[in-house]
Each structure stands twice: as structure tokens, then as C-alpha cells.
């Protein structure tokens, strides 16, 4: 069964500091792999999503993520981190055939200070 | 203009009450879902609906039953509610059954059982 591990369940950063949030998955195969953001009180919205190619993906606000398959991976980075992007991260994997369901991390809650 | 809604945002009500979380989308998807999002703020999935056909049913109480009128719609009815079951609940939808394209979810209901 896929599994999903984010083990940083809360990180607190500067703001203007650069971020980096781990994700780990368990898979027979590479599957697609999404981070997703929930700010307080709001749903989740895709930052960006990894399916096949090149393996740094970039998303909305200035978010990236890079995919390594020897580590099983998919880091999300900002290089700099503003105020607005306090929130919690959810690392999402989906398999990639047939009908699928995601299967979510159990989140990262970033804190940023100024 | 909302692409999923949720109705009601938040919702308390007492133990064995019945009740229902509506979910409409209006992105013209042929799959929507639902999510639940404990307190730890893990998501799990619990249906999915591909042009009103039931896809995934994880294992969830029979007390919970999704209805799809149409397409458009996927309704969560809860039977004789429990405390265990207060929680956030999210609906999304997507284009796709493989759920790869981008996910949208709705802005979750929080319900509260007292």
C-alpha cells in the first residue's frame, strides 16, 4: 500500500529565510506526487504536482519541488519565505494507473516570525 | 465564482442526529470526493463518485452515505451521529478518474458533535 511521511510536523522559519519541506513516499512505482497548501480556515490548494519529466517542478508563489527516486522524495523549497505562506503543507501521492485515490502526508505546519 | 462548495461551513449537532453536508462544483468534472480530516490533520479519503457511479468506498460506518443527483453534485448523509465523527470534511473534484489533474477542494465543514 502507498504511504505517505512527512516527518517535520511543525517548522518555524524567518521570514526572508529559505524553506525546505521533506516529504518521503513508499511505492512499488514512481507515483504522481502533489503538495498541497491549507491556510487557516481555507481548503487545500495545489502548489504544483510532479508526474514524469524533469524532476524540479514549479509551482504557485514561488514554490518548487524536486523529485529524487533513489530517496523516494519530493522536498517542497521557496528560497524565500513571506509572512502569508504560514499555513500547513500536505505531500500527496496518487498512483498512476487505474482509478485512484490520493493519499496525504499527515501535514507540516509552518510557522514563519518576522 | 466558487468552483466546489460546501454548505453549511460549520455545523454542531447533537449525538444520533441525522445529517447532511452538501458539495456542488461547477467546474463541469466527471469525479468528485469526499475527505475527512481528523484532528491531527490527517486527510483520509472516504468515496468517490465518477459521473454519479460509486468509485472508491473506503471503510467507512455504514452510517455514512454519499448521494450524487448528478454530476454536479455529491452529498454526504450521516446517520445517528457519533462524537468520533466530528471532524473537517472536504469535497474536490477533478477532470479525471485518476484524479491526476488538478484536485480543487471545497473550503471543508467542520462538524461538531456534541
Known amino acids: 500500500a502507498q504511504s505517505v511521511t512527512q516527518p517535520d510536523i511543525h517548522i518555524t522559519v524567518s521570514e526572508g529565510a529559505s524553506l525546505e519541506l521533506r516529504c518521503n513516499y513508499s511505492?512499488?512505482?514512481?507515483?504522481?506526487l502533489f503538495w498541497y497548501v491549507q491556510s487557516p480556515g481555507q481548503g487545500l490548494q495545489l502548489l504544483l504536482k510532479?508526474?514524469?519529466?524533469?524532476?524540479l517542478v514549479q509551482g504557485i508563489k514561488g514554490f518548487e519541488a524536486e523529485f529524487k527516486r533513489s530517496q523516494s522524495s519530493f522536498n517542497l523549497r521557496k528560497p524565500s519565505v513571506h509572512w502569508s505562506d504560514a499555513a500547513e503543507y500536505f505531500c500527496?501521492?496518487?498512483?498512476?494507473?487505474?482509478?485512484?485515490?490520493?493519499?496525504f502526508g499527515t501535514g507540516t505546519k509552518l510557522q514563519v516570525i518576522p | 465564482d466558487t468552483a466546489v462548495s460546501q454548505t453549511p461551513k460549520y455545523l454542531v449537532t447533537q449525538m444520533g442526529n441525522d445529517k447532511s453536508i452538501k458539495c456542488e462544483q461547477n467546474?463541469?468534472?466527471?469525479?468528485m470526493y469526499w475527505y475527512k480530516q481528523d484532528s491531527k490533520k490527517f486527510l483520509k479519503i472516504m468515496f468517490s463518485?465518477?459521473?454519479?457511479?460509486?468509485?472508491i468506498n473506503e471503510t467507512v460506518p455504514n452510517r455514512f452515505s454519499p448521494k450524487s443527483p448528478d454530476k454536479a453534485h455529491l452529498n454526504l448523509h450521516i446517520n445517528s451521529l457519533e462524537l468520533g465523527d466530528s471532524a473537517v470534511y472536504f469535497c474536490?473534484?477533478?477532470?479525471?478518474?485518476?484524479?491526476?489533474?488538478?484536485?480543487?477542494f471545497g473550503q471543508g465543514t467542520r462538524l461538531t458533535v456534541v
Open positions: 500527496a501521492v496518487v498512483p498512476p494507473r487505474g482509478y485512484q485515490k490520493v493519499t
Open positions: 467546474l463541469g468534472h466527471d469525479t
Open positions: 474536490a473534484s477533478s477532470q479525471d478518474t485518476a484524479g491526476t489533474g488538478r484536485a480543487f
Open positions: 510532479y508526474f514524469s519529466g524533469d524532476t
Open positions: 511505492y512499488g512505482a514512481t507515483p504522481y
Open positions: 463518485y465518477n459521473n454519479k457511479e460509486l468509485i
